[in-house]
């Protein structure tokens, strides 16, 4: 029997020993494979049963926080009730757009870092006026020498108000110990409209009324057939 050479028994040692670190390479792809496998399983599972209890839970923090900030509900009431109907021929001649920075606060003083209550409000608002031709009366006209003279109500502001899409509180400042008073804001608005008011009158809005009204009346009348118009106002009744 031939012996085989020391070069056969190393290469057949090398050939046993590539076949053994394949089988043990092959087993460790197996070990991951399997593990990677077990583990999609197990989260597959747990999604399942896990699933519909994190759902809920997720679905009763949600009801937790509308219940703790609450969307409030405006019902207005079905129920329309007409109190006055009338009409109205008045002439807007003008409108002003104003906005005003307003400063309202209670319990100030030495305890006002306890019981104080201070706010600054934003307020935009418009103030319209005009002349209001339902006060016209047929004496108010006359017409002598070609010139039609005619007596006009004083201008006056037909409407002063907020604009609530674009009026917001800048500011508040409570103290420790208040929750603040309600009516603060609500006192805040109503001066507000106030200030808006008589800030147009200052600036002269029922001056410029006037004008617009005599100008916009001029026209009128000239296309009626009176080139000469004069305009004069009635003393208002106190």
Same mark, same amino acid.
Not at 13 to 42: A, E, H, P, Q, S
Not at 57 to 69: A, P
Not at 78 to 98: C, D, F, G, W
Not at 150 to 163: G, Q, R, S, W, Y
């Given at each position: ?24 390479? /092959? ?40 219940? /703790? ?29 104003? $906005? ?33 031709? $339902? ?20 201008? $006056? ?33 109503? *001066? ?21 009204? $005599? ?8 296309? /009626?057939?009176?080139?000469? *118009? ?9």
């Amino acid at each position: 029997m031939i012996e085989p050479s020391e070069d056969a028994k190393r290469i057949s040692r090398k050939g046993w020993t590539f076949v053994i670190l394949g089988i043990i390479l /092959l087993g460790i792809l197996f070990i991951i494979g399997f593990g990677l496998y077990i583990n999609i399983l197990i989260q597959n599972t747990t999604d399942k049963i896990l699933g519909p209890f994190e759902n809920a839970n997720q679905q009763l923090k949600t009801e937790v926080f509308e219940l /703790l900030n609450p969307t409030p509900t405006i019902i207005p009431d079905p129920v329309t009730i007409v109190h006055e109907i009338r009409s109205l021929a008045r002439l807007e001649t003008i409108q002003y757009t104003v $906005e005003k920075v307003i400063t309202a606060e209670t319990g100030q003083g030495a305890f006002g870092f306890l019981f104080g209550d201070r706010l600054l409000f934003v307020a935009h608002g418009f103030v319209i006026a005009g002349v209001d031709l $339902e006060k016209v009366k047929t004496d108010d006209l006359r017409l002598e020498d070609n010139i039609l003279y005619v007596t006009l109500p004083e201008p $006056e502001v037909f409407v002063a108000t907020l604009d609530n899409s674009k009026s917001y509180v800048y500011d508040r400042q409570m103290g420790m110990l208040t929750q603040g008073d309600q009516s603060l804001e609500t006192n805040a608005r109503q *001066v507000a409209e106030q200030t808006i008011k008589q800030a147009a009158m200052d600036d002269g809005i029922l001056d410029q009324a006037k004008i617009n009204a $005599e100008n916009y009346l001029s026209r009128l009348f000239q296309d /009626l057939g009176y080139q000469d *118009v004069i305009f004069d106002y009635a003393t208002p009744v106190p």
